[in-house]
């Protein structure tokens, strides 16, 4: 096969890929590709278009917007819960939430940023992988102590998915990841040597191919067996968005309306700063204007300046509110786009809460593609470890619609009850601690769950 070889959904995804990315970064991003974003006027002259592309400004809702929605998301981390295990097994567990990249990087913050990336692009991945293994492992014992069943994850999204083929089903029978690169020069007077790499993964084997500048075709440095080729599974999982909770998607072509149009009032605000002078005579006009001149006027002369009136620019204004205002109610934040102050803005708390039963709706929903693709994610883990152990995903259904002293009245009120459970209370102990010491690290987690059940005997 070609190795280089795009599937053709991702030529044509390709272009609002690159478009989401600057809308979603603004800034000098953005900027640096404004001539993709603000549109010229029929026979605009170049250099007034080019001195408006120079003055380029973009506000930026929808990148606050997704921010918003993985910031509120993951304001408590996923409660993840380990059962039936031993101290050894719960401890890898423990570590690699902690550390899921082997560069620091928590599982929660990983899962943050796919979450994030899957609202700008609409999909994006994780690449399960373990340490290369050099010699065969003998026994399981020799491959922990080596370090070969640390299994480790590796972000990437649809603009470095190329190609890909998927069974009946919808599984990924096999995808082709590129990857480019600056390489390091061998000494300070080389330029630096650009790379490409192309990753290719099977449901058994794996390939890698490098392609240096100046190389004619990718050549293969590396190629195996990873690690899922005992359960028969591509290494790359799929956390994927529905096209009604693809925020990106449903604001894109708003933010672009917006950016012109708010470009064109700012454009027509500043020339009409400059107001040019008009002469009302019958008699021929010689005389030079500017401002270490004056002017003679005749008696029945008259002077002036060209001022536009103004109704455009309220016309203006409020089509720019309409636009602010619809991009954030198809993003369910219609109650962020109205005015922080003045008449009517003032909310009692129920109101509130009515306001955003919406928004909530729709983060539990993505509360809910979360913890299920963490599930995926990390029982995909345990199937190529073979761990003997029992894992969920819990949390990520508050939204602080309440603070923690309801939460807890709550759980006291429940208590009360005295319910013949030990498991409903086993429940609420964790539940409580887990929104309390939701930023704590998973090992003391795991430790007072283990307290909860030993204290709490069937």
Partial sequence: MDITAEHPEY????????????????????????????????????????????????????????DWYGATLFRREPNIVLEQTDN?????YAGFIENCDRRGTTLSQMLRRQFVNALVYGRSYL?????????????????????LSNAYLVPYDPRDLINWSRDMDGALEWVVLRQKSTARSASVDEEPMRETRYL???????????????EAAPRIVSEGLHG??????????????????????????????HLNKSNALAWAISMGLFSMPVIYSDREWKQILGESYYIQLAPHDRFGWTEPEGKVYRIASDNLARLKEEIYRV????????????????????????????THEVLRSYGDLVKDFSKVVLRTIQAAREDKIVID?????????????????????LLRMDVPSPTLKKTIYKKIASKYLCDVRQDIKDQINQEID?????
């Fill in 127 to 147: 690449l399960v992988d373990f340490p290369a293994a050099g010699e065969q492992a003998v026994t399981r014992a020799d491959e922990d102590r080596r370090g």
């Fill in 393 to 413: 995903v819990q949390g990520m259904d508050d939204f602080d619609i309440s603070d923690f002293a309801a939460d807890l009245a709550d759980a006291e009120t």
């Fill in 228 to 257: 899922l080729s005992k359960q028969g599974s591509v290494p790359l999982l799929e956390m994927s968005i529905s096209d009604g909770l693809w925020l990106m998607n449903k604001a894109a072509l708003l933010q672009v309306e």
């Fill in 88 to 92: 050894k097994t719960r401890s890898y």
């Fill in 200 to 214: 290719y993964f099977d449901r058994s084997r794996y390939r890698i191919y490098r392609q240096q500048d100046g």
């Fill in 454 to 458: 030993k204290a709490i005997v069937q």
């Fill in 11 to 66: 030529r044509a995804g390709a272009a609002a890929w690159k478009r989401y990315s600057d809308l979603y970064a603004g800034g000098e991003q953005l900027k640096a590709h404004g001539d993709a974003y603000l549109a010229p006027r029929a026979k605009e002259p170049q250099d007034i278009y080019s001195e408006r592309l120079s003055r380029l400004f973009y506000e930026n809702y929808i990148g606050s917007i997704i």
């Fill in 331 to 358: 993003c369910y934040l219609i109650q962020q786009a109205r005015p922080v102050s003045g008449a009517g803005s003032q909310q009692s708390g129920l109101s509130k809460q009515q306001d955003l039963y919406v």
